[in-house]
């Protein structure tokens, strides 16, 4: 690969770029903001004014989009899947729905064009590091040929299944995230309550039965964790919006496959409070806020 285009220079997409444009591919980038337009040029990044713009002579489209109708408008809306070269390679990181993925990715197959779902997993901090990990759906082939620059953002690749597949396993994840957090939080809570220190007690729960990632990696409780949101007043991190649309997507999923989720809706109904509160760019993690 030696071109490629990317849109959505968003949190995640912005650093994803950056890594592609520091291992020495060339890349042609868009975003609604101007503010991001600058960030990307100062980065060495060719900014373009449209999401057409940004396909002349490239190898593969990225996009890093917030939600589901903004996937629609760039490819549907803007047509990029009637005037795209056909040997371009598409990879759609946003989270969206499994529904609109495959739509999309059908059209692209019946105008020749190969795409791949491949949300991703990590947040900012594993977006800067390059180490995401990517859930792709699509077709193994193409996959093999995004290889090298899913290698470049990231050191776990995954592949889930035929196209929508990587936005289910994506869903089903981040369902599990939002449940252990709410957890973990609430857990938290009751040990301090009861006169424990925080710190005591989460270095115990980690190595015991109830270890779990938001204990390991992403501590909700202020201070117990250096470098999770937590400690910086949960700023920047993965946003409770975010969080409640892909709790949204998982209700759907769930409603569509008469499948029973108890325990997803409950923690929807946290983060659609956390939004009423007034917490939606705050990070995942504040939910240990209903709980101090
Ligand atoms: P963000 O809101 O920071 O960035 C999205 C960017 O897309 C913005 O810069 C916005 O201006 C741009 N944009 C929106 N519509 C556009 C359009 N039509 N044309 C061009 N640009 C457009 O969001 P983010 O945190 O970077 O997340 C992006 C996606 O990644 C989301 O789907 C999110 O669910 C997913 N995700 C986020 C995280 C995280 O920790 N933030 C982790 C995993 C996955």
Redesign the pocket.
């Given at each position: 690969m030696k071109k490629i285009g990317f849109?959505?220079?968003?949190?995640?997409?912005l650093p994803m770029a950056n890594n592609i444009s520091k291992a020495g591919i060339e890349v042609n980038a868009?975003?609604?903001?101007e503010k991001?337009l600058i960030h990307a040029e100062n980065l060495g990044m060719s900014i373009k004014q449209d999401?057409k713009g940004v396909l002349e002579d490239i190898d593969a489209l990225i996009t890093?989009?917030?939600?589901g109708s903004?996937v629609e408008?760039?490819f549907l809306e803007d047509n990029l899947l009637e005037v795209i070269n056909k040997r371009t390679l598409i990879i759609e990181?946003?989270?969206?729905s499994p529904g609109i993925s495959k739509k999309i990715s059908t059209i692209a197959k019946n105008h020749g064009i190969s795409m791949l779902d491949a949300?991703?997993?990590?947040?900012?901090k594993g977006a800067e590091l390059g180490n995401l990990t990517f859930i792709v759906g699509g077709s193994q082939a193409d996959l093999e040929k995004g290889l090298s620059l899913f290698k470049i953002m990231g050191d776990k690749i995954f592949y889930a299944g035929e196209s929508g597949s990587g936005q289910i396993a994506k869903l089903c994840n981040n369902m599990l995230l939002a449940v252990h957090m709410c957890g973990t939080a609430e857990t938290l809570a009751l040990g301090v309550n009861n006169g424990l220190d925080p710190v005591v007690l989460s270095e115990i729960m980690k190595n015991s039965s109830g270890g779990n990632w938001s204990l390991e990696k992403y501590n909700p409780y202020p201070g117990v964790m250096e470098t999770a949101p937590a400690s910086e007043n949960y700023s920047g991190?993965?946003?409770n919006s975010?969080m409640l649309?892909?709790l949204k997507l998982a209700s759907e999923l769930a409603l569509g496959s008469k499948s029973t989720t108890p325990m997803g809706k409950l923690a929807m109904q946290l983060y659609e409070e956390m939004m009423d509160d007034g917490f939606g760019t705050l990070d995942f993690s504040s939910i240990q806020k209903k709980y101090l």
């Open positions: 849109i959505g220079l968003g949190n995640m997409g868009f975003d609604l903001s991001a999401s890093m989009l917030p939600n903004s408008k760039i990181s946003s989270t969206i949300p991703v997993s990590g947040g900012v991190g993965f946003l975010l649309k892909d």
